[in-house]
Structure formats: structure tokens, C-alpha cells
């Protein structure tokens, strides 16, 4: 009854039919890897091997668990090359965690407004209006930067915190669940 | 045969653990889709990964994840489920819950909202019980509000009583008083005690009668009327009124009270009303009389030891009822057979029951003839100190009492779990215990055994 803690299911598809990560990961490369990360004390190792992208972050606020996330990405065109782009600095307190996120997961630099609850995202007030941001809006701390409809009720996000938002996670219309990043802020 | 409109094409499971896991497999088995909600630190738990569909509904505390009921009938709704299984705990027994799913067009899988809700509330439970007809154990009429009233309650049904906390359940809120001058405190804290966990202080006052045996009987109804009982369950193996293990059928019940006993309970339902699995618990007391404790209005955490000897699924009559079908059986189908037996194994240390969190590092379920485990862990797990204690069921099932109990010291021993303390040890010792052996068990069996084995007995 064994199951992989390994493998990775991307937070912005936890509201959708759950799906598997591709059949290209190799649970003995992982392992590997892992152990790599942990017996040289590293907080982040990435790497890239034959079109598909690895990347593993130690969560030093989690204990000594790290966790991966693999990428499956279309095969390239060119002929593909193994790199492997090593540690940053030694683990020490990381981003203050949310939770296994793809993208958000290497933005340790932005401020990520996760959900609160679940419900569905929308970007604008109504179908017709204007989004209440966009990509290099400004924000404050009372901005309100999404709606997320739960049980027909309309609840207005807001950004508490101030910067300008560089990326956004998910689209408009998507189911969202606790904790899942929706945008990411520079400050 | 039509076919059923009302046919469930997918259910939510609001739980988590192993019971959320036994919803699953059952749906696999009816080919309903299943969705699965979990909080954050539950993100690797068995029943997200064989789930369809999985939503995070709020971080690891119980309140903002699986008690959050606007979390629970938002994720229902993304997903456009047909039924939310409510498994046990949690909002199993929650009557508002249940009116919410109906409000939103979402079926509850349990009886109606007013039937929780009248059982929810064990002093009205006892009086409309007692109405239907079932005997119950003499007590105070209503709730007991101050010492005095108490001590005037506690004097014409006789010491010892025992205090009961009126919204309480799985043994919480509980105070046995053997004279009068221990009643005043016993009230204060039992009404504290039920306060702090289930919001509401009230309590009533029961006979509490020596050395009783707790005898369940499991009922199935349907929404036409029909009810039928599946046999009892003994349990009367507990430890602060919590049950560590169970078994059926009791040692004790010669066919003819069962058939009293399961008359009683399915009379009882009807007039109530009752659709839906549930349990009507009795106490048993030594001259063979049965008294009515309260009723348990969804499917129960030792439900397997009765699907062993009766062959049934519980969870699928539980969805075969909810979709609107009849019960299909009468009582004369009721066959029982051989014998069953349950051990809880919690993550605790098996002498002193403090509970033991951490990663399982080894892991291996036992097999054979006869054996099953009803569990939501494996290898690398981490069991959290957020939730309930138990990890895994294990359950045998043999021709006699004797061989099941052989079968369960085998199964127990091919149960390996490290990494983490867990009361396999302790079932392992009862088992050899010629008291328990010999089929004389009652709920002082743990006080006697524990006891025995040079621990400090529990405080009731």
C-alpha cells in the first residue's frame, strides 16, 4: 500500500479532475535527487533532463521533508541537454510557505495572495467590466484584486499588501481551492 | 428493472481517514465518482489519492476545514456532485448540516434533519424513545439544572448514577457518582466537560447500573417505511467510554433476545421514522434486562464487524437508500454467521495512551483467510496530531469465537507499524487474556485488565 509522497499534483488543478503527473517521472531519479538535496544541505536543486524540468525546494518550516515538483513540459524541437543548475544558499526559513504550487513555488521573492476559500475566481466585478488588475497594476492593502464566488455569494479579495502584481496564477472562471496562489506580487 | 433517475452519479465525502477511504471503495464498486475534500496537512492522506476529484478546503484545524460548512457546500457545488457522504463524526450528526444540503439541492446521506436532530439531544432522545415504547434506564425526566434538584433526583432512583451530558456522545461529558457528596462536583465538571465540547452544558442524571454489557443493534431503513435490524454488535470493551474493540455477535444474546432486542430497536425507528443505517445502542445489564442508551444516527466506526457476519455493505445500502430505492430485504434474510472481531488500533503508546504522531517508516497489513483492515496509511506517512488517534481497523471473521480470536493474534502479529507507537501490543496482550477469552467481558473488562497488568486503571 505504498504511495509515492513524491509525486506532485500542481495546486492550481486541485479543483479540477484530478489528474496524474506524466508517466516520465523516475522514482529512482527522484530519490536520488532527493537525497542529493538533503546529504549536501541544499535548499534548491533544479534540474533538466530530455525536455522534462525538476524542480526540488527543502521547506525548512515543514521539518526535513522536502518537496518536489515536476513540470512535464512539450518535448523541444532542438536536441535536448542535461543541466543541472545547483544550490542557492543553505537551507535556512523559506518563503513563508503556502502550499505545493507550480509556478509560485520558484517566485520565493514575490508575495503570493493565496485563496481563503474555495470557490470560483473571477478577475472582473461583473462579465462585462473591466478586471479589477492586471498584470503591472498596482496594489495596496485594501485593494480588491478578485472576486471568488462561493455558494452564490460574491466575496471581494483583497490584495493586504502593497506592490505591483507581476504574475497571476489562475483564469478567470476557475474553481480555487484554500490556499491556492492566485497572484504574484513585487513589493 | 427501471432504471432510477435518482441514481447518484457522484458523492462528496465530507471526512477524512479511514472512513473516507471505505466510502471510496464502495463507490469504485457502484461506479459513482467521488470527490474528496481535505485540509492542508491532509494533502497526502489515502482518500485524496484515490479519490476522482480533490478539493483543499482550509488549513489543518477541524473547524475551518472538515467542520467548515460553507467550504464543504462550495466544493460540492464546483464539482456538481449528486450526494454528500457524511461518513462518522465531524458533521455526520450535524441536523443543520443536513438541512443545508437539502437547501441546495445536494442529498444528505443519513435520515432526515428533524430525526438527527431529536437523537442529537439525548435527553429528548430517552423521552421519545421511551414513548415508542423501548424500556430505558430510570433517570431524571428531563435536565438536571442545579445540585439540588440533583441530589432529589439522585435519591429516588438510587446510587450509583451516573451524570450525562444531554448533547454529548462517544463517551465525553460522563460522570459516574457513587454517593451523595460527590454529585454537586460531578454536575459542575460534566457540564463544563460538555460545554467546552459540544457548546452545550446540559445534562441529565441516569441509574448507573453495575458491570453492564453495551449491546448495539445496527438498523437499515428505507424512505418507504421498511426497516429491518442487522444483529448486534458487543461493545463493550472501553477504555473512558471510548471502545477499542468490538465484536459480533455478543457472547451473551441467545436468539431470543435478539429477536426481543431487534424488534425493539426496528420498532422504534419506525415510529420515529427513521430512514438510513444507524445504531440503537443498549445497555445490558446482568439479570439479561435491556435498557435504551441513545441512538447513533449514522454509520458507526465498528460497522465492519457487522457487515463481516452478515455479509452486508453498509455503505451501499446507506447510498442504495439515499438514492430513493427500497430496502429490498425483509427481516427473515438476515442470516448471521460465524463470528467477527475488531481491534482500533490507535497511534498511541499502548501503556500510558499518550498519542503518538511521527512518520511510519515500516508498514505491512496483514492478509490470509478472514482478514481485513480498514486504513488510510502506508509507508512514509505522517500522522498528525490534529485529528482522532486511530490509524487503522483490523477485522476477523471465523466460524467460531476461538478461531477468530486465533485469526486476530496471527493478523496482529503480520500488522507491522514503526515509527510510531501504536496499541497493537495492547491488543495483542487482551487477547491472551483468559477473561477475554472466555467471552466474560463487560465495560469493567479494562479496569479489571489494565488493572492486572500493574497499569494505572483509567478514572472513569
Not at chain 1, 76 to 101: F, I, L, M, R, Y
Not at chain 1, 143 to 169: D, R
Not at chain 2, 349 to 359: D, I, K, Q
Request: net charge negative; glycine share 8%; proline share 6%.
Amino acid at each position: 500500500m505504498a504511495a509515492p509522497k513524491e509525486q506532485a499534483e500542481t495546486s492550481n488543478r486541485r479543483a479540477r479532475p484530478a489528474q496524474r503527473p506524466a508517466a516520465s517521472v523516475n522514482m529512482e531519479e527522484l530519490r536520488e535527487l532527493i537525497a542529493l538535496l538533503r546529504d549536501n544541505g541544499l535548499a534548491e536543486l533544479e534540474l533538466e533532463n530530455e525536455g522534462f524540468r525538476v524542480r526540488l525546494r527543502r521547506d525548512s518550516a515543514a521539518g526535513e521533508a522536502p518537496y518536489v515538483v515536476a513540470a512535464p513540459q512539450p518535448a523541444p524541437a532542438h536536441v535536448p541537454e542535461k543541466t543541472a543548475a545547483a544550490a542557492v544558499a543553505p537551507s535556512g526559513p523559506t518563503h513563508p510557505g503556502t502550499h505545493a504550487a507550480t509556478e509560485a513555488s520558484g517566485d520565493q521573492d514575490l508575495h503570493i495572495i493565496s485563496s481563503p476559500i474555495v470557490g470560483t475566481f473571477y478577475r472582473s466585478p461583473s462579465p462585462a467590466a473591466d478586471a479589477f488588475v492586471k498584470i503591472g497594476s498596482n496594489v495596496e492593502q485594501d485593494t480588491v484584486v478578485c472576486i471568488i464566488e462561493a455558494m452564490k455569494l460574491m466575496n471581494e479579495i483583497q490584495a493586504e499588501t502593497t506592490g505591483e502584481v507581476v504574475k497571476i496564477y489562475v483564469e478567470n472562471g476557475q474553481p480555487v481551492e484554500y490556499g491556492q496562489p492566485l497572484f504574484g506580487i513585487k513589493s | 428493472m427501471a432504471s432510477n433517475p435518482r441514481k447518484f452519479k457522484k458523492i462528496l465525502i465530507a471526512n477524512r481517514g479511514e472512513i473516507a477511504c471505505r466510502i471510496i471503495w464502495t463507490c469504485k464498486e457502484m461506479g459513482i465518482k467521488t470527490v474528496a475534500v481535505h485540509s492542508d496537512v491532509d494533502r497526502d492522506s489515502l482518500h485524496v489519492r484515490f479519490a476522482d476529484e480533490a478539493a483543499c478546503i482550509g488549513p489543518a484545524p477541524s473547524a475551518q476545514s472538515y467542520l467548515n460548512i460553507p467550504a464543504i457546500i462550495s466544493t460540492a457545488e464546483i464539482f456538481n456532485v449528486d450526494a454528500i457522504h457524511p461518513g462518522y463524526g465531524f458533521l455526520a450528526e450535524s441536523a443543520y448540516f443536513a438541512e443545508i444540503c437539502e437547501a441546495c439541492n445536494i442529498k444528505f446521506i443519513g435520515p432526515s434533519a428533524n430525526v438527527i436532530r431529536l437523537m442529537g439531544d439525548k435527553i429528548e432522545a430517552r423521552r421519545v424513545m421511551h414513548e415508542a415504547g423501548l424500556p430505558i434506564v430510570p433517570g431524571s425526566s428531563g435536565g438536571v439544572t442545579s445540585e439540588e434538584e440533583g441530589i432529589k433526583v439522585a435519591r429516588e432512583i438510587g446510587y450509583p448514577v451516573i451524570v450525562k451530558a444531554s448533547a454529548g456522545g462517544g463517551g465525553r461529558g460522563m460522570r459516574i457518582v457513587r454517593s451523595e457528596h460527590e454529585l454537586g462536583k460531578a454536575l459542575e465538571t460534566a457540564s463544563t466537560e460538555a460545554a467546552a465540547a459540544f457548546n452545550d452544558g446540559s445534562v441529565y442524571i441516569e441509574h448507573y447500573i453495575e458491570k453492564p454489557r453495551h449491546i448495539e443493534i445496527q438498523v437499515l431503513a428505507d424512505e418507504f417505511g421498511e426497516c429491518i435490524h442487522l444483529g448486534e454488535r458487543e461493545c463493550s470493551i472501553q477504555r473512558r467510554h471510548q471502545k477499542l474493540m468490538e465484536e459480533a455477535p455478543s457472547t451473551v444474546l441467545t436468539p431470543e433476545l435478539r429477536k426481543k432486542m431487534g424488534e425493539a430497536a426496528v420498532g422504534a425507528c419506525k415510529k420515529l421514522g427513521y430512514s438510513s443505517a444507524g445504531t440503537v445502542e443498549f445497555l445490558l445489564d446482568l439479570q439479561g434486562n435491556f435498557y435504551f442508551m441513545e441512538m447513533n444516527t449514522r454509520i458507526q466506526v465498528e460497522h465492519p464487524v457487522t457487515e463481516m457476519v452478515t455479509l452486508a455493505d453498509i455503505v451501499r445500502n446507506q447510498i442504495r437508500i439515499a438514492e430513493g430505492e427500497p430496502l429490498g430485504y425483509t427481516q427473515e434474510d438476515l442470516l448471521i454467521v460465524g463470528h467477527a472481531i475488531e481491534c482500533r488500533i490507535n497511534a498511541e503508546n499502548p501503556e500510558t495512551f499518550a498519542p503518538s504522531p511521527g512518520t511510519i517508516s515500516a508498514f505491512n497489513l496483514p492478509g490470509g483467510p478472514g482478514v481485513r483492515v480498514d486504513t488510510f496509511v502506508y509507508s512514509g506517512y505522517q500522522v498528525t496530531p490534529f485529528y482522532d488517534s486511530l490509524i487503522a481497523k483490523v477485522i476477523v471473521h471465523a466460524r467460531t469465537r476461538e478461531l477468530a480470536i486465533a485469526r486476530m493474534k496471527r493478523a496482529l502479529e503480520a500488522m507491522v507499524i514503526e515509527g510510531i507507537k501504536t496499541t497493537i501490543p495492547l491488543h495483542q496482550k487482551i487477547m491472551d487474556d483468559p477473561r477475554y477469552r472466555s467471552g466474560d467481558i463487560g465495560t469493567d473488562f479494562m479496569e479489571y485488565f489494565l488493572t492486572k497488568n500493574g497499569r494505572k486503571a483509567a478514572a472513569p
